[in-house]
């Protein structure tokens, strides 16, 4: 049994709640506001908090915090009065468990709180699973090595854009917030998953992938929710869908935006109510996940065109992490090329250990329209045909060395002695044509090479493009607007 504390300013409603959960075995403690909640918190080991929305003086949400503060395994749940998706969305947010919706008869409280229970009761496994787990492999008690980081570090790359990546998949990670990942098809969004997923609490469970653009419709509700026995023509037996198999871990939903509207629904009581209902089933099977969505497409576009549901768009989209196509990145390419050709060598051409500095130049122009999906595809075949002890120009595909940029973004310089020169002479051409293309307006230059315009004024001066060592007058406002720019990107990522 459990320890529960409730939290109510309604007297027959607290009392009401207290009882109920006394006859299911439960310790319980009583509060009569939100600060003396938090109090008696402090007091005391509770496993589930049981807190009324609208209430004088601190409310809920103000106790929902106030609990994450303190342990975010103790499970929150909200009640109101005044249920709607924007209170829940509000609430899952920060954290909560659960709401349920005033009035509610004994038997959905008794199923909220046994379900609430045993998520903590699941969660506190975990923590000690995670804790021996640890001890074994660490017994010296040094630091033990971490499936979170060597995830992470599958994420090749050294753009600003990567960067700004890995550090927002630290901070979300140990949290049980649903994540929304959007990026061009290539571009390594289940890598993303995995890493959020190899990061959070959760690491000890399974991690579910499903490619929801991949399966029929006619299947995709047996996929995800399972069947019982009989539920229709060739169900020899009972199918567990893959939330049920997810249970305790994450599930990850690539090509969400492929779903009809009608699985969407479905889609969205599940997220809300935290169970599923197999296809032919007689009751509802609770469930512990993490749900983290995937598409190459702008869901808030697809809300707009009436494709994807406003509320599971809402529901899924909490805290969105975007991966930039590779042509956008550029920096990350020769750092891909050579954690590819590292990862496919021994097994296809042992003898071929570096890029040629042409073979490096045409890799850096090439414009990847399958992004880094194609990348790796290039180097291996590449190292099919090369002749060690490197991959030269002429062993890439005719694509690739026979590309010659049409946008005068990128020309390659005759007489350019390293790779260094040519990167330059490279970056030069890129901000200058984009520079005049935007007609010297250096807050539309900087916003087009998706750079902040502080940036922006070095890179001019270090190239000698335009006059910047004296600015003229309406550069301030320039730059005073270029900083509420970057001010509004930097809070955007």
């Known amino acids: 049994m459990g320890s529960v504390l409730v939290i109510d300013d309604n007297d027959t409603l607290r009392e009401g709640a207290v009882a109920v959960c006394e006859r299911m075995g439960h310790r319980v403690i009583a509060a009569a506001s939100g600060e003396e909640g938090l ?27 106030g609990v994450r503060e303190r342990d975010a395994n103790i499970a929150v749940i909200l009640m ?56 074994l492999s660490n017994p010296e008690g040094g630091a033990a090595s971490s499936d979170g980081e060597a995830a992470l570090g599958q994420i090749v790359g050294e753009s600003a854009a990567i960067l700004d990546l890995k550090h927002r998949i630290r901070k979300v990670a140990p949290t049980d917030t649903e994540v929304h990942i959007w990026g061009a098809s290539g571009t390594g969004k289940e890598l993303v998953a995995r890493a959020l997923h190899a990061l959070s609490r959760r690491s000890v469970g399974p991690l579910v992938t499903v490619n929801c653009g991949a399966i029929p419709e006619t299947l995709i509700e047996s996929e995800l929710f399972g069947h019982e026995k009989g539920a229709f023509t060739g169900a020899q037996r009972r199918k567990l869908g893959r939330f049920e198999l997810a249970n305790g871990g994450t599930i990850f939903l690539d090509e969400v935006g492929e779903l009809s509207l009608a699985m969407q629904v479905k889609l969205l009581r ?8 197999r296809v032919g089933g007689e009751k509802p099977v609770p469930i512990d996940v993490r749900v983290i969505s995937a598409t190459n497409k702008n869901l808030g576009e697809e809300v707009a065109a009436g494709r994807f549901r406003e509320d599971l768009f809402y529901r899924l989209h909490v805290v969105p992490l975007q991966i ?26 042992p003898g071929v250990v570096r890029l040629s500095q042409d073979a490096a130049r045409h890799l850096v122009t090439y ?41 005068n973004v990128f020309q390659i310089p005759a007489g350019q002695e390293t790779l260094n020169e040519f990167l330059e002479t490279a970056e030069r051409q890129m901000i200058l044509s984009a520079y005049e293309g935007c007609g010297g307006v250096k807050t539309e230059t900087a916003r087009k090479l998706g750079i902040k315009t ?29 900083s509420e720019s970057d001010s509004q990107s930097s809070e955007t990522r």
């Open 80 to 135: 109101t009065a005044y249920g709607s998706i924007e209170n829940a969305v509000e609430a899952m947010k920060l954290g909560a468990f659960d709401y349920i919706e005033k009035p509610f008869s004994p038997d959905v409280l008794r199923v909220k709180v046994d379900r609430a229970l045993a998520w903590r009761a699941l969660r506190d496994d975990n923590t000690r699973l995670r804790a021996f787990a640890d001890a």
């Open 324 to 349: 930039l196509p590779l042509k956008e990145r550029t920096d990350d390419i020769l750092p891909l090329a050579r954690h590819f050709l590292e990862k496919r060598q021994r097994r296809i051409n």
């Open 270 to 277: 599940v997220l809300q109510e935290r169970e599923v209902d």
């Open 39 to 65: 109090k008696r918190l402090d007091k005391a080991t509770i496993d589930l908090v049981l807190t009324d929305l609208k209430m004088s003086g601190l409310d809920g949400m103000g106790v929902l915090r």
């Open 454 to 482: 502080s940036a922006l004024y070095y890179k001019l001066e270090k190239y000698g493009i335009g006059t910047v060592a004296k600015r003229s007058p309406q550069d301030p406002a320039e730059e005073s607007q270029g």
């Open 367 to 407: 414009h990847y329209p399958g992004n880094v999906r194609e990348l790796e595809n290039i180097i291996e075949q590449a190292l099919v045909f090369a002749t060690p002890p490197e991959i030269r120009a002429s062993d890439l595909p005719q694509q690739v060395a026979g590309f010659s940029p049409t946008n």
